[in-house]
């Protein structure tokens, strides 16, 4: 999904107060993990609530051409037949990812344990990411870059390792990208596979590896990072997998019924993994009304229905290590400060400016052409909230679906109408946003 054409606009306007019950779609992360553990299964896996957005049908894709049957059923749910440990076989086209570095990245690992060549290609945003950071490893197990753009970029081909070596890799990024790479190549390694992380980065992988009945360990490493142990070769099998609501869509719903006055929504089936919910924990600082129900559990993983009301917010210091836990949330969380009262400052944001766009810059961008003050220093983003926002301003989306969501939500109750330049990306990983937005009562047009 190359989304060549012409821009698409949107408008978001001051709204009256949100109200009603909505379920954002399907994690993003778990989607991916879904397909790509269901294709190196043995057997059938029964995937509910699959994510339905651009990236994760393109990982459906993927598995398709690397030798997995996946199908969608009438009921909506999907089902992956996979081709076990090692199995994928050689992709007659090369793969594309589009937007999702998650997609391709994940992919990559596992590739990287098949005895296969593969080409890893995504469009002009995915082209400019890092993909160093995940060959590094992979090289180090065996897998080869035979030819890849500038900088190990894409388009690249990966050449899997025929006999894969187990590693023990220190991460130098808290990066569940990285991390689930290494572990997605050392399931084809005899012996077992260690990651070392920085900071615990979210946990998703591990959490389903050992659902579908690898060996896995996870053990706490200094003061905020983890060791992760997976012993080679297992026979994964397939398994019934339920996906919870995306904790990093449901951001913008909920940071926008806080920010609407006299807002009151409930966000169902919201999974909270703790390793996803710095955004909430920041909130709560922040003065937000944020009642958690009917907490339960389903595939290991933790989830709950979210009651949000308006707020009276308050800037707040949001320290560097709560940043894996909430590192695709800052640009919404900008938002919410640009309507707190006070100063927020947020440290350590170095990994921003490699997602889908600068995010940091955009961030900064973003909230100017709207009246709000902020500033860059150094790796922090600090942005002065005055309990409201002037709005008035055309956002810039740089193909990224977040800043697109996020500058949306702030039209909903800035003093001007917010603008932005180009909506199509928001259908990476929430395609239903808008009419979802305005059967809250959101005035999007
Ligand atoms: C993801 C990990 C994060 C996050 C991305 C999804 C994942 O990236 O930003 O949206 O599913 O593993 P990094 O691991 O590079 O921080």
Redesign the pocket.
Known sequence: MSHSGTLSPLEARASSALGGDARVPGD??IS??ALILGALAVGETRITGLLEGEDVINTAKAMGALGARVARGDDGSWTVRGVGVAGFAEPAAPLDFGNS??GC??VMGAVAGCPITATFDGDASLRKRPMRRILDPLELMGARAIAAAEGGRLPLTLRGARDPLPIVYRSP????????AVLLAGLSAPGVTTVIEPEA??D??EIMLAHFGADIVSTPEGAHGRRIALTGQPELHGAPVVVPADP?SAAFPLVAALVVEGSDILLTDVMTNPLRTGLFTTLREMGAQIEESHGRRDTGEPMANLRVRASRLRGVEVPAERA?SM??EYLVLAVAAAFAEGTTTMRGLT?LR??ESDRLAATADMLRVNGVRVEISGDDLIVEGRGHVPGGGVVATHMDHRIAMSALVMGLAADAAVRIDDSRFIATSFPDFVPMMRRLGADIG
């Open positions: 993003k992360s991916h993990r570095g998650t990245r994940l990024v808290a990066s569940a990208q990285i991390k689930s980065s979210r998703h992988t990093s894996p590192i695709d990994e490699v997602k």
